[in-house]
């Protein structure tokens, strides 16, 4: 590397750090090295006709030393203005770049402007596409089998891009609830035909995030539900919603704990899902919601076979003048068929009205109290209870309240037709749009960054590696600290 680089260099890293003193004290030096070699040059013009004027005088002298001085004196002289005409060639180049780069900086500012016009779009299609890129590597993952391959990735990411375009969202949020759906693991057939839209359309109507397909996976698992009633289970589950007031923490909270009991009774598929939620409408108008009512139900369900048999089997005690109680008013209950399936809960709640209307007519309020809390126990008494009184036509008003609700297609519309709904699916088309146009860009901006990786690797990284020593001395240098020592080497003292 030349001298006038390594001055460059210095002078240049000062700059940058800030502290443009030191180009002042560079240039000073030069001038002060130019005094003192002006000045060694004149002691050295009178050394030489000191010398000669000696040698005159005295022929036979030896005067070796003394020339040896002379010339060392020389050679100093010499070294150290070859040493100023570089300084002073690199302050000029320094002085001329600072004024080239000034002119520059001017001239990108001002590019700069034109340029973010035109690459902001294409740096920001560019973010979209990675976004949905790196959505649907996720989803991949989730989808990926033994043999390598990706199931129905392809038609499921179509959907995706549709959804994307037809409801508020986008495809990256629609692509993340496909994933949920998948570790929920729910099938490709069971998303294509139905499951993937359901999920989205609830989300949109009951304002649950976009990218949450746990919620309708679970509900799909928790009642059974066949493919061919996916969307009207959803549809079902929005006017569970607004008819009782029933979220989506309230039915999740409820399922996990009823729906193993209900799935082994068969309390299975879309009608039996409608009466569950109109037992657990009912329920939360009287304060019994969320997973109190998950175990309540749940225990009420269990008690329907044991409860009666052991109340019937008392003879003693309490529970024996329970039974006679009951036997005295002429109530029976019988919840299951023939055949031994349990009847449907709309049955179940008539046998309940009837039976403790019997108990009510006989010994009234309190011997209903009784009797229901040493069938069904303190938790499944408060769903018998809440039964008991509400009756049939609570049941029925329920359902009908449900039948009542808009669909969720309607509700879509609406929800769609507002302004800002409009800009989402406006904004879900052009990011698919902005996503396909970065996509254009991702084999050269992959194919860059290889390039890039590979010369750090093949080549920045050796060569950090082998030269540390210089690497270090060149920090060091930029640094501004070894200006004084470089100075030192070219410019050794002059003394007489």
């Known amino acids: 590397m030349s001298k006038e ?7 240049g890293a000062s700059l940058k750090a800030g502290f443009a003193t030191v180009f002042g004290r560079a240039e000073q030096t030069v001038k002060a090295l130019g005094s003192e070699i002006k000045n ?8 030489g006709r000191a010398l000669r004027a000696r040698q005159a005088l005295n022929p036979t002298h ?3 030393k ?6 060392e004196l020389s050679m100093s002289i010499k070294r150290a203005t070859v040493a100023q005409n570089n300084l002073n060639q690199a302050l000029a180049k320094q002085a001329s770049a600072r004024q080239f780069r ?14 973010a016009v035109v690459t902001g779009p294409v740096i920001g299609a560019v973010k979209k596409f990675m976004e949905q890129e790196d959505a649907s590597a ?3 993952i989730s989808m990926m089998r033994k043999d390598g391959s990706f199931g129905k990735f392809e038609e499921i990411d179509r959907l995706a891009t549709q959804w994307g375009a037809a409801l508020p969202g986008n495809k990256t949020d629609f692509t993340n609830m496909v994933k949920d759906l998948k570790s929920q693991g729910i099938s490709d057939d069971t998303i294509i035909n139905g499951g993937g839209l359901a999920t989205a359309q609830l989300n949109v109507v009951m304002d649950i995030p976009i990218s949450d397909g746990s919620f309708f996976a679970k509900n799909m698992e928790a009642h ?10 959803a549809d079902l589950t929005q006017r569970a919603y607004f008819a009782a007031g029933l979220s989506k923490e309230n039915m999740f909270g409820a399922m996990k704990y009823y729906a193993p009991l209900t799935n082994i009774l068969g309390y299975t598929g879309l009608e039996h899902q409608k009466k569950i939620y109109a037992v657990e409408g009912m329920a939360a108008t009287k304060g019994v919601e969320d997973t109190q009512f998950g175990t309540n139900f749940a225990s009420f369900l269990t008690r329907l076979s044991k409860g009666p048999a052991n109340l019937e089997s008392a003879k003693t005690g309490t529970k024996g003048k329970l039974k006679n109680m009951m036997q005295d008013a002429g109530a029976e209950f019988n919840f299951f068929n023939p055949d031994g399936t349990i009847k449907d809960l709309r049955e179940i709640t008539g046998i309940l009205e009837t039976e403790f209307g019997k108990i009510k007519a006989k010994y009234g309020d309190k011997g209903v109290m009784d009797i229901s809390d040493a069938m069904f126990g303190p938790e499944g008494n408060r769903v018998a209870s809440n039964l008991i009184q509400q009756g049939v ?5 329920m359902i009908a309240k449900m039948d009542d609700q808009a669909s969720i297609h309607d509700r879509i519309k609406v929800k769609t037709n507002t302004l800002s709904s409009a800009f989402e699916a406006l904004g879900g088309v052009a990011e698919n749009t902005a996503a396909i146009f970065g996509g254009i860009f991702a084999e050269d901006l992959k194919g860059l960054a290889t390039g890039f990786q590979n010369l750090m690797e093949n080549h920045i990284a050796p060569f950090i590696q082998n030269n540390k020593a210089v690497i270090k001395w060149l920090l060091g240098l930029a640094g501004g600290f070894l200006l004084p020592k470089w100075l030192s080497w070219h410019l050794p003292t002059v003394s007489l």
């Open 393 to 397: 036509k609570g049941f029925d008003e």
């Open 62 to 64: 030896n005067l070796a």
């Open 224 to 233: 059974g539900i066949k493919e061919s009633e996916l969307l009207p289970s």
């Open 40 to 47: 060694a040059t004149k002691m050295q013009e009178q050394f």
């Open 102 to 115: 000034a002119n520059l900086r001017s001239e990108m500012t001002e590019t700069a402007a034109h340029a």
């Open 66 to 71: 003394e020339s040896r001085a002379y010339a």
């Open 5 to 11: 680089l390594l001055v460059g260099v210095v002078i």
């Open 138 to 140: 996720d989803l991949k």
